[in-house]
């Protein structure tokens, strides 16, 4: 009984140890508490039961760079008082703190560590991604570093190197053949351990002698060492690290690249961004992960995949606050004048220093180029005016400066916001354009699927432009794909509407593009059109399909101009929120999808993937029940089925003459 009582005390301390773990790396690490929820409870047993741990704990901690996966593992490792044994790998191969041989093999890396074997210990493979096993093609590629790493995710123990302690008996057979040739008096010949050998030998064999003794060791004496080893039990062959906790961190490119693309790094929103990444899943991972690695490697890591989103906005701006915070507490701790930075200073960092793709690198980078430089020019300033230690100086930004301001004097200061000067680069005839265009697009879209775009920007940095970004769907309905070439008809339409047909623009290009791109889908491969199946220009004569793609071009054509008046329709009916929307585009540059519902005066859902009423459809059908009646079939389907009727009967008749029916 009072066994059992500690033990449940021990299990209460050690778990309410783990709750300040996490509540301390929330306070330090900013917009990943899920995450720092999830790798915490992936460790509870671990932590709790570490005797119940028979292989190694695999936690895979998978996003985008500077989402903070290895900050997290190594103050994770140091708060559970790990820092002591604490491996970090660099996977790429370019790890530090070991000799050159003991950085060859992940066995090498623990024998110099404070790991020891049976005990737990925590090991860190970084940079994961870059351990590919496998090309683009599914070759395999060679791996000259750490191959005993799968023998490790596996079941922790590691068998000896063999080929090495082979080496090192070549090695003593050539010099003892050199030898008999050469004068026996001559020292140079006689075969010596090298450090490393030594090492090796002291633990592959597992000998409890010092390195020193072993490396002094005769020919005989390591030969003896070396039958006696390979003569013990297989048991004793294996180095026993199964009781590691290990952390397996990269950023697989496959994983994000389409999301990483969909807009200019600089131009996404970090909330939008956040969104969609949010989303992927262990099968996302899993797909990923295969594209590198070989199936039965992609098993040994297990199913406790972490992904990290991309950072949300709020928590860019906390690491901006935080950032801010700390430049001015050192400027006043160094001259002794008190810094209040305006909000239009963090708005400024915000706009030019958070790239949602590139994580937190290069906000840090853009922090210490704006506040470093800009409040040592800014307190020098203010000390040539007369100001005293105490002063208070305030900063602002107008985007092309820092203002500095003290005693009613005001000073400039040349700060590096260039990604807020390419926004503004555009000149008022061209904004009009942009705004009428991304109006157009995103007004249309909102009225035919019920939802406002995730984005509509016009001030983009990336290129000379704008944008509107939609919800992503799963399943594209005939529907669906119908109104989406409309809205990508929209940005032309509302451009003559506005402007005139004369002064309508070569903007339209990449819309008529993906226009048509969809239209010719829907009909040559989705068999949405008069033909059912897929028609497509092939070479092969082994591809099933229709090379007729001629009779389809027409009806194309002729779909466009459809969804191209019906955009232009929606668009002259809902004229007002068409110049809402284009005024706030002039005056803001972009439009969120909550101003936009406000704008455009639209009952509109919340931003997500969405589906057609498939289910709500189901039980309208279920309700019909035996009297439900089948869809009606268009002209050519009519046909054929006749055709094929007549073709029956006359089979029929022809089999009842010759007497077979």
Request: charge should be neutral; glycine fraction near 8%.
């Amino acid at each position: 009984m009072n066994d059992s009582h500690e033990l449940r005390e021990q299990l209460a301390q050690k778990n309410q140890q783990l709750q300040k773990i996490a509540a301390q790396l929330k306070t330090e690490l900013f917009g990943i508490d899920s995450v720092i929820d999830r790798v915490i409870d992936s460790v509870r047993a671990w932590v709790l039961l570490p005797e119940l741990v028979s292989r190694p704990v695999i936690v895979c901690l998978w996003g985008l760079t500077g989402t903070g996966k290895t900050q997290l593992v190594r103050r994770l490792a140091q708060l559970l008082g790990f820092y002591d044994r604490f491996v970090e790998v660099q996977m790429d191969g370019f790890s530090n703190g070991a000799s050159w041989r003991g950085a060859q093999s992940i066995s090498g890396m623990l024998a110099q560590s404070g790991v020891r074997e049976g005990e737990p210990g925590i090991l860190s493979l970084d940079e994961f991604q870059r351990f590919r096993t496998i090309d683009n093609k599914r070759g395999e590629l060679r791996v000259e570093r750490y191959p005993d790493v799968w023998a490790l995710l596996s079941d922790g123990r590691l068998p000896p190197a063999l080929s090495l302690l082979g080496d090192i008996e070549t090695s003593i057979a050539e010099a003892a053949y050199d030898a008999e040739r050469a004068d026996a008096s001559d020292s140079k010949l006689r075969f010596k351990l090298r450090s490393w050998e030594a090492q090796e030998l002291q633990r592959n064999l597992k000998l409890d002698v010092p390195l020193m003794e072993i490396m002094g060791w005769t020919p005989e004496q390591i030969q003896e060492r070396l039958r006696a080893f390979r003569e013990s039990g297989q048991q004793q062959w294996e180095t026993d690290y199964s009781r590691l906790l290990v952390f397996v961190c990269g950023n697989l490119d496959e994983l994000y690249e389409d999301l990483a693309t969909s807009v200019e790094d600089c131009d996404s929103d970090a909330d939008t961004f956040h969104a969609m990444t949010n989303k992927l899943s262990v099968i996302d991972v899993k797909q990923a992960l295969n594209k590198r690695f070989k199936p039965e490697q992609v098993a040994r890591l297990g199913n406790e995949h972490v992904i990290y989103p991309s950072l949300s906005r709020r928590a860019y701006e906390q690491l901006i606050e935080q950032g801010c915070a700390r430049y001015a507490r050192e400027t006043e701790e160094r001259c002794g004048l008190s810094f209040e930075l305006d909000a239009s200073v963090h708005e400024q960092i915000y706009a030019n220093a958070v790239f949602p793709a590139q994580g937190t690198r290069p906000l840090f980078s853009s922090l210490h180029a704006i506040l470093g430089a800009g409040l040592a020019k800014a307190a020098l300033w203010a000390l040539e005016q007369g100001a005293q230690a105490g002063s208070r100086v305030g900063l602002t930004a107008d985007g092309h400066s820092l203002v500095a301001r003290w005693c009613g004097q005001s000073h400039a200061i040349a700060a590096p916001f260039e990604i807020s000067r390419l926004r503004q680069r555009n000149n008022a005839d061209f904004r009009a354009l942009l705004a009428v265009h991304e109006a157009g697009h995103g007004l249309v879209h909102a009225l035919l699927f019920g939802r406002a775009p995730k984005e509509i920007k016009i001030h983009v940095a990336s290129f000379e432009g704008g944008y509107n970004t939609y919800t992503s769907r799963k399943v594209w309905s005939r529907r669906n794909l119908l109104d989406s070439i409309c809205t990508s008809l929209a940005g032309r339409a509302a451009e003559w509407l506005v402007f005139g047909a004369e002064m309508s623009s070569s903007g339209a290009e990449s819309d008529l593009r993906k226009a048509t791109e969809t239209a010719a889908r829907m009909l040559r491969h989705l068999g949405h059109g008069s033909r059912i199946g897929r028609s497509d220009v092939s070479t092969n004569s082994e591809d099933n399909v229709c090379t007729d793609v001629e009779a389809s071009n027409t009806p194309i054509e002729a779909l466009l101009q459809a969804e191209h008046a019906r955009a232009t329709r929606l668009i002259e009916t809902h004229r007002d929120g068409l110049l809402a929307l284009v005024d706030e585009l002039m005056d803001q540059g972009q439009v969120r999808p909550a101003r936009f519902a406000a704008l455009v005066g639209l009952p509109l859902s919340t931003p997500e993937d969405a589906l057609d009423p498939y289910a709500e459809r189901l039980m309208a059908y279920r309700r019909k029940g035996s009297r439900a009646v089948a869809s009606p079939m268009r002209p050519a389907q009519q046909k054929a089925v006749a055709g094929l009727e007549q073709r029956r009967l006359a089979g029929a008749r022809k089999a009842g003459r010759n007497g077979n029916g």
